[in-house]
């Protein structure tokens, strides 16, 4: 009777570690241009998760719909130089993010940085890029797969008429058949559905646009190239695999001498998110949920997995309380030393001296 009771206990243990709040990780350096928007999408990303923003049913996937999460936000690399630390994060966001390219320009993470990265990946945690998170980490050949594809260049911000490709993902399941955005039409250097994981995309332009650029890739996605135009999409497993002929259309060149394989996690990114206005819409809060909460409910992380390598399992989810995103306004930067560290709740500050101009 006693080792039945001890053993019922340790199961209802593995239970509630099975069902944890994932705790997800929001960076937002930038090297390059920086986004009026990035403050708006970590506020955005931050509400929905502890549950504070409620985003309305009709455009809420009823898969996340009381899914919760953890988001800790931080601008400083020193985060990404301590692999114990990256360790306790299901997943981890790369928010408006940018680099400068040719690769050495500037970056928004060093070798140790990316090193740790992509073990980090290699271990089963989550990837969510969004908007210029494409534009990042040109010099790591494997973070051009980790998202799919390199951002080569859009045309000017302008209203465009956008349709989700595929209805049956959470970020996509609820938007309307057609919707108007204010948005930069990305272009990418190489196409995501031709990785060994493809790609498979969730959002394409429903009208024509001005575009008045060539690709200097010779890449142009759903004029020139494949249709249908990728502007979101997800990859499951697989994620930093090359089968030798990709990377020629995504190496950046120079960087941390890093190029692994393997990652068996998810990775889902949008290229839509430029404007602050856009982060105020419902079907948009609802897209960006979606895409968050489907990495979270991987496998591969601890949240979902007691004998998974990556994240932090926490009180239990269920019941909808939620978990308070760590809200330091002080501008502190994780630790490189140690634990968690403290983190800034949104990134501040002006871009690094030397940033590029050139919209993103």
Not at 139 to 153: E, I
Request: glycine share 14%; proline share 7%.
């Amino acid at each position: 009777m006693r080792w039945s009771a001890l053993a019922a206990i340790g199961s209802a243990l593995l239970a509630q570690q099975a069902h944890a709040v994932p705790h997800i990780l929001l960076y937002t350096r930038t090297a390059g241009y920086r986004h009026e928007s990035i403050p708006t999408a970590v506020d955005t990303i931050t509400g929905i998760g502890n549950g504070t923003l409620r985003v309305p049913s009709g455009s809420l996937d009823a898969s996340i719909a009381d899914l919760r999460w953890q988001a800790t936000a931080t601008s400083d690399q020193a985060a990404f130089r301590n692999a114990t630390y990256l360790a306790q994060f299901d997943a981890i966001a790369f928010i408006m993010t940018t680099d400068i390219d040719p690769p050495g320009a500037g970056t928004v993470l060093d070798d140790e940085g990316i090193r740790n990265f992509a073990t980090y990946i290699q271990n089963g945690g989550g990837y969510v890029g969004i908007h210029s998170a494409s534009a990042t980490l040109f010099g790591a050949p494997f973070y051009g797969r980790l998202v799919g594809a390199y951002f080569d260049y859009h045309p000017q911000i302008q209203s465009v008429s956008l349709k989700p490709v595929a209805t049956d993902h959470p970020s996509t399941s609820k938007l309307p058949g057609n919707f108007d955005i204010q948005e930069e039409v990305y272009n990418f250097r190489s196409d995501p559905r031709k990785l060994p994981s493809p790609a498979n995309v969730l959002i394409t332009n429903a009208s024509n646009y001005q575009d008045p650029g060539v690709n200097p890739q010779g890449f142009r996605n759903g004029t020139n190239g494949p249709a249908p135009h990728p502007l979101a999409w997800y990859r499951e497993g697989r994620l930093l695999d090359t089968d030798g002929s990709t990377d020629a259309s995504v190496r950046g060149g120079g960087g941390a001498n890093v190029d692994p394989s393997g990652g068996p996690g998810r990775s889902w990114y949008t290229s839509l998110g430029h404007d602050r206005a856009t982060w105020q819409q419902d079907f948009f809060r609802g897209h960006i949920a979606g895409g968050v909460g489907w990495v979270l409910q991987s496998s591969t992380v601890k949240s979902n997995n007691a004998t998974a390598l990556v994240g932090q399992p926490g009180p239990s989810s269920s019941g909808g309380g939620g978990a308070s995103a760590e809200a330091s306004s002080t501008g502190g930067s994780a630790s490189s030393s140690g634990g968690a560290g403290a983190t800034s709740r949104s990134a501040s500050g002006p871009a690094p001296s030397g940033s590029s101009s050139a919209l993103l």
